[in-house]
Nanobody, 129 residues
Framework: QLQFVESGGGLVQPGGSLRLSCVASDFTLKYRPISWFRQAPGKEHEGVACTSNTDGSTYYTDDVKGRFTISRDNAKNTVYLQMNSLKPGDTAVYYC??????????????????????WGQGTQVTVSS
């Protein structure tokens, strides 16, 4: 299974910002669609954003549209998630994954997440005053 290292999480007040980074340790990210997922306590993994490797298209779950931005730096083999106007509901562990494609609906990401046997260590994001 592909290995990722996620970083950049932390504790932030509501309305604050964080930038998460995702680095692949054993393959080249630019050849794959890459998605950020998150998992809040007691909940399933949720697809948050996805970036295509072919046409530059992106996907965002409705809750983060206008607040989060996914981007790539192929030279650094890194995918980022810029998170602005953070809310307590964004509190979760955030993970990145390579997908066969970026889906158009959240159900695609939920179903794909269930096929994965394991996840990386992720990065904890806590939004609290």
């Amino acid at each position: 299974q592909l290995q990722f290292v996620e970083s950049g999480g932390g504790l932030v007040q509501p309305g604050g910002s964080l930038r998460l980074s995702c680095v692949a340790s054993d393959f080249t990210l630019k050849y794959r669609p890459i998605s950020w997922f998150r998992q809040a306590p007691g909940k399933e993994h949720e697809g948050v954003a996805c970036t295509s490797n072919t046409d530059g298209s992106t996907y965002y779950t409705d809750d983060v549209k206008g607040r989060f931005t996914i981007s790539r730096d192929n030279a650094k083999n890194t995918v980022y998630l810029q998170m602005n106007s953070l809310k307590p509901g964004d509190t979760a562990v955030y993970y990145c994954q390579a997908l066969p494609r970026c889906g158009l609906h959240g159900s695609y990401y939920t179903a794909y997440a269930k096929t994965l046997g394991s996840w990386g260590q992720g990065t904890q994001v806590t939004v609290s005053s």
